[in-house]
């Protein structure tokens, strides 16, 4: 009889229109500050649902971490929260702070294993609603590439001849600079390594049973150095924003960047045409594609609104309530849900047709590996300023993995 009862109070959530949760107010934190307005339109249409108000409090990205937990720690703590995939948001999880979401009606019909794992802890418990994943990009300035007569590359050669083409008709090719500390890594590096390793092979990485210092790993940071002339002359100084900039007045004809960009890139900011391609694989290896679950929808296990909590995830959850959450964030998030909720033809269709017949896979570090993540970082930036060969950083990341596996 209880578990009558509890399919019928599921069937009721999702019936929103029909029900009124009364006067209820709740909040949810986020690292996008750049999406008040669209995700707060978004909650808007779902207070008009269900009667349950929820105001989008985002913090500056790298703030987040910090901020949250702090919050957490003190009972304070936003009644919904982007959760970080994988052990990041995990941590939060083993510490109490998340909703568990397995017994939430549609997180175990309606998304696969794939895209529930990055949101699992190690006891099997789903830790947030799988919402979002994103990919990596070459975005280029469609205007340029036909003025230079230069047609879209399909080999990592190709590119590399672009950039030298784009170069020396003094167009700065790229406007990825190093200053930020985390998309020379997220974006750029990430988005070239499953042109090189596939999924299967990243877990030979993970147990050490593949050296990070081996010929793959030093030919993909020599393959990043060929990148690094092509970058804007004060890359150093420049970070993810600003390189958005540069591309978006065009500056420079190319940006590698993820495609939560597209949405800026491509608004009313800027007035370019802009196009995209997946960082293309060199000559002889199998094409990839990056895709990555970025962050999913927590509750917070301390709410004082546990139910309508609940109700909310439940309804993001339903391919009807995803809908209404795709349409309502920037173009370049692609749904997590196994349902199609994308619009047919619209650019999330565009992203998700970049990967067909690839190499799938997320970040290379983000299920096992992130104590390589500053690392990495930093060896790249060494690399682009002259001070490591890749060698060096393979040679250097390999001697601390291996300490990592011996403790």
Known sequence: M???????????????????????????????????????????????????K??????????????LRQQLDGGIGPDLFYSRSYAT????????FNVRCNEIPG??????????????????????V??????????????????????????FEEFLAVCEKLKAAGITPLSNGIAA??????????GMIPNYITAEERLAYE??????????????????????????????????DQANVLFGIGDTAMLIDGSWSYGTLS??????????????APEGFAPGFSLHPDFGIAGNAASAHPEEVKAFLAWLATPEGAKVAAAGVPAGFLPSISADVAPEGGIVSQMFAEGEGKNADMRFVWSKMMALYTPMVDQLNAICRGEQTPQGAADAINALWEAELAK
Request: hydrophobic fraction near 45%.
């Open 267 to 280: 608004g009313d900011d800027y007035d370019i045409d802009v196009g995209f391609f997946s960082i293309p």
């Open 54 to 67: 929820i105001t989008f409090l985002p913090t500056t990205s790298t703030q987040y971490n910090a901020t």
């Open 181 to 190: 500390n985390w998309d020379i890594l997220e974006c750029v590096l990430c």
């Open 89 to 96: 948001g995990a941590e939060l999880y083993d510490n109490g």
């Open 207 to 240: 147990s050490g049973e593949k050296k990070m210092n081996d010929e793959t790993w030093v030919r993909i940071y020599t393959d990043f150095a060929k990148l690094v002339p092509y970058f804007p002359e004060a890359f150093a100084s420049i970070d993810n």
């Open 2 to 52: 209880k578990k009558l009862i509890a399919i019928l109070m599921a069937v009721l959530m999702c019936m929103l229109p029909l029900v009124s949760l009364a006067e209820v107010e709740l909040t949810m934190g986020s690292w996008r500050t750049e999406d008040t307005d669209q995700v707060q339109a978004l909650l808007d249409k779902y207070c008009e649902m269900s009667g349950v």
């Open 130 to 155: 799988p919402f979002a994943a994103v990919s990596h990009f070459v975005y280029y300035n469609k205007a340029v590439f036909a003025e230079q007569g230069i047609e879209v590359p399909k080999t």
């Open 107 to 128: 997180v175990m019909e309606n998304f696969t294993d794939t895209a529930r794992s990055a949101f699992t802890s190690a006891d099997g418990s789903v830790f947030a």
